[in-house]
């Protein structure tokens, strides 16, 4: 199980930018695709982004689309979210995963992830 740790969370104004980091330690990342996904208060976890293991495949959710930019670092062992023009329904704690797949329970572990919270 490849350990990760969610970071770069915070309280950001609507139309603002966040960028957060997921970081893995005891095993390198980079054999393994990546995805973000995230939780709102009183709401079912959902997908937000993947990138393969090279990070020449991303895939993203409908809406965030043009808005976030998932890539990655293999040298620094780091996945990144880049979250731009953030809306007050992005609220939610973001957390990252390994694998590919789009649908959340298909994972068995999940880190304490980074809240991001956007103020209206």
């Known amino acids: 199980q490849v350990q990760l740790v969610e970071s770069g969370g915070g309280l950001v104004q609507a139309g603002g930018s966040l960028r957060l980091s997921c970081a893995a330690s005891g095993r390198t990342l980079s054999n393994y695709a990546v995805g973000w996904f995230r939780q709102a208060p009183g709401k079912e976890r959902e997908f937000v982004a993947t990138i393969n293991w090279s990070g020449d495949s991303t895939y993203y959710a409908d809406f965030v689309k043009g808005r976030f930019t998932i890539s990655r670092d293999n040298a620094k062992n780091t996945v990144y979210l880049q979250m731009n023009s953030l809306k007050p329904e992005d609220t939610a704690v973001y957390y990252c995963?390994?694998?590919?797949?789009?649908?959340?329970?298909?994972?068995?572990?999940w880190g304490q992830g980074t809240q991001v919270t956007v103020s209206s």
């Open positions: 995963n390994t694998g590919s797949y789009s649908d959340p329970g298909r994972y068995d572990y």
